[in-house]
């Protein structure tokens, strides 16, 4: 049988068989300490009881520095009802023996006697002392922050829930895992409760303690002069030792329960145990503990003070402050090292390599100087600016122009910028923030100093002119405009010079999804059955190669369902295209609902439609050198007419040949409007002004 016993011991065959039985063992001990207020003690088993209570307390304070949350202890409620109930039942216990025999054992006369040295008003003082620590300082303030912390628990219980709700939608978190959250905040709500009501058991412990304390020395003296015939300071000698031993004992147990009630209610926001935290939190500034040494150390030299416990603590604090500092040295060392370790570790990660292949759609980079266009701090309205253009490129063109990356670049002129496609130049310009562009509109009848250069978007000969000259210079009939301004012109008619370019795959997927919400039919009928996606965007890129707006997507559709059956070629689909929008092209290049242009000379027409070559990568026209050296002499001229008499530059030619003549002289005149006869509104007014022959 000892065997067993010794194997179970070494298992935790107790402790196992305790958890089984737990149920009857609180069962029983709750009875017996009924039975205790009711049934007279020995001595010893007294003894032994107010033993165990110390242990008890001990075990409980001890429980709450090691917890990491309340709910660690969520018994403790519980826990707070029956030690009080079994402190209020050893004294009404040693009460009797006290009064009936005059001695409650030893553990009460030791500490009547040697705690307090056999003196009864240094008893008395202490115990009223013990008291209103208790009953004052920590009984009270865990009440409060019990009955704040059950308050504020109770109303964060619902949003806390809808957070727990929102992160199950999100798929962050499970149903297993939501279900432990919600009890747990219900087992807060209930905790917390508990422990508001359950402080005021510590608080009507120490009420008890006093008038029982109270009640044991006036009785004591009446039955040690009445029954026992001693003298008054005799029987209140004794009577009152005795008692202050027995509150002494009772009030020592109950003050570490009541720490433990305040330890579980303020740990709110732990990481670890108390002392973990302690530690981690107070200790970890050495600038804090050599301040302190300082302080100490003036404290040392001050007279009348005993400067050696000073000079002492200062030494300590010195040398704990050296230690700290010599930690966070060490720290910081090993995080460099492992900063450079795990730096070079994600260079040589694939996925950061491939990072580095990203390239942005379009990017402008500015010198320093012009850093406070793009800070709202300083004025600047640059990035208000670039969301205005890509409003008017969508309305303009169709296009969704993609987000444009602003950087500043020290390597350029401080008043410089430069516009980038897909990481390569293709623009650039030069600022005066604190100037006016002011450019000649043809009307100028007095010049006005400047600074001479070219405005950027167009080419044109202008000045920089300073704000004091801004009034005077539109007066002289200056087209006068701010820095940004410049800038944003220019970015506008980039984007548009080559919306062709900026307009990819993935953005027609996004402009055929975009129509297919309302007209699914349509969408279908065309991707993928008879153009993919890819053939679409070449219809779309060159519409915006010659700036013929891609904003009526359905239009543009509805043209491809028609005649891609018959053709896959995208030029000439572009070319039904354009006819079809003939009448937003016409409003387009229309002035007063008159067309003014030159023409082709029909034989010029002619040569060029039987000059077409058609291979498998496209058409062009052959000609020879001579011919197109004369065709493009005879094109300017006539251009140059049109130009001096104010118009817009625009060549009207036959719908078989617009096509064949664009690719011909685009090089030479880029920029060009060429449009056929199938493109221009029949309520439109055609007026050649010239003819181009060779």
Not at 129 to 151: H, N, P, W, Y
Not at 264 to 282: F, K, M
Not at 572 to 577: A, C, P
Request: hydrophobic share 45%.
């Amino acid at each position: 049988m000892a065997g067993v016993s010794s194997a179970s011991l070494r298992g935790g065959g107790l402790v196992d068989s305790i958890k089984k039985m737990s149920d009857v063992i609180i069962a029983l001990t709750i009875v017996t300490i009924v039975i205790m207020m009711i049934i007279p003690l020995p001595t010893l088993l007294l003894d032994l009881l107010i033993c165990l209570n110390i242990t008890v307390a001990l075990v409980i304070v001890i429980s709450t520095i090691y917890n990491t949350e309340a709910l660690d202890l969520s018994v403790f409620p519980s826990l707070l009802l029956v030690t009080t109930l079994f402190r209020l039942a050893l004294n009404i216990s040693s009460t009797r023996l006290i009064l009936l025999d005059g001695y409650a054992g030893e553990v009460i006369t030791a500490f009547g006697n040697f705690v307090v040295g056999g003196n009864a008003v240094v008893g008395f003082i202490m115990f009223v002392i013990l008291v209103i620590i208790q009953f004052i300082v920590i009984t009270k303030g865990s009440e409060r922050v019990a009955e704040v912390s059950a308050r504020f628990t109770l109303d964060a219980m619902p949003g806390k829930q809808m957070a727990i709700d929102a992160d199950l939608n999100q798929g962050a978190i499970t149903d297993a895992e939501a279900k432990i959250r919600r009890e747990k905040i219900q087992r807060e709500a209930d905790f917390f409760g508990a422990m508001d009501g359950a402080s005021k058991f510590v608080k009507g412990d120490a009420i008890a303690a006093i008038i029982i304390m109270l009640i044991n020395i006036a009785g004591g003296f009446v039955i040690g002069m009445v029954q026992r015939d001693m003298e008054a300071a005799q029987a209140l000698q004794q009577y009152t030792l005795l008692t202050v031993g027995e509150g002494l004992v009772s009030q020592i147990p109950a003050l570490l329960i009541s720490t433990a009630t305040g330890l579980i209610v303020t740990r709110a926001a732990s990481e670890g145990n108390l002392g973990a935290d302690i530690v981690n939190q107070l200790i970890k500034n050495d600038r804090i503990f050599f301040i302190i040494s300082g302080v100490l150390v003036f404290l040392a030299m001050v007279p009348g003070l005993p400067g050696i416990p000073f000079l002492a603590l200062s030494a300590a604090c010195a040398f704990l402050g050296y230690n700290l500092r010599q930690k966070v040295e060490r720290q910081e060392d090993t995080t460099q090292v492992e900063k450079k370790a795990k730096a070079k570790e994600e260079a040589t990660k694939p996925e950061n390599i491939v990072s580095l292949l990203q390239v942005d759609p379009m990017e402008l980079e500015i010198g320093y100087s012009l850093i406070p266009l793009v800070d709202t701090g300083q004025g600047g309205d640059l990035l208000d600016r670039i969301v205005m253009i890509r409003r008017q490129c969508a309305l303009e063109l169709g296009l969704v122009v993609p987000t444009i990356r602003i950087r500043d670049n020290i390597q350029i002129k401080p008043n410089a910028y430069i516009i980038k496609l897909k990481g390569i130049e293709i623009a650039k310009g030069e600022l005066l923030l604190d100037h006016y562009l002011a450019m000649n509109s043809g009307t100028v009848f007095e010049e006005v100093p400047g600074i001479e250069t070219t405005e950027p978007a167009f080419g044109l000969p202008a000045l920089w002119i300073p704000e004091s000259e801004r009034e005077q210079a539109e007066l002289n009939g200056y087209t006068v405009v701010d820095a940004v301004s410049v800038l944003a012109t220019h970015l506008t008619e980039v984007i548009k010079a080559h919306a062709d370019e900026i307009l990819g795959r993935q953005e027609t997927q996004d402009l055929i999804e975009n129509l297919k919400k309302t007209n699914e039919s349509l969408v279908e009928e065309v991707v993928p059955e008879l153009m993919n996606v890819g053939e679409i965007q070449k219809v779309l890129a060159n519409l915006l190669r010659e700036r013929i707006s891609i904003r009526d997507m359905a239009t543009i559709l509805e043209v491809l369902a028609d005649y891609a059956r018959a053709t896959k070629d995208t030029e000439i689909l572009t070319e039904y295209v354009r006819h079809a929008m003939a009448r937003h092209i016409s409003q387009q290049y229309v002035q007063g609902n008159v067309l003014p242009c030159v023409t082709l000379e029909p034989s010029l027409e002619n040569r060029i439609a039987g000059g077409v070559q058609r291979t498998d990568h496209g058409s062009y026209v052959s000609m020879d050198p001579d011919s197109m050296q004369k065709l493009i002499n005879s094109l300017n001229t006539e251009l140059s007419k049109l130009t001096n008499m104010g118009y817009q530059p625009i060549v009207l030619t036959s719908p078989a040949v617009r096509l064949y003549f664009r690719k011909l002289v685009e090089r030479s005149v880029p920029g060009l409007v060429v449009l056929s006869h199938a493109e221009i509104d029949q309520t439109v007014e055609i007026q050649i002004l010239g003819v181009v022959k060779i």
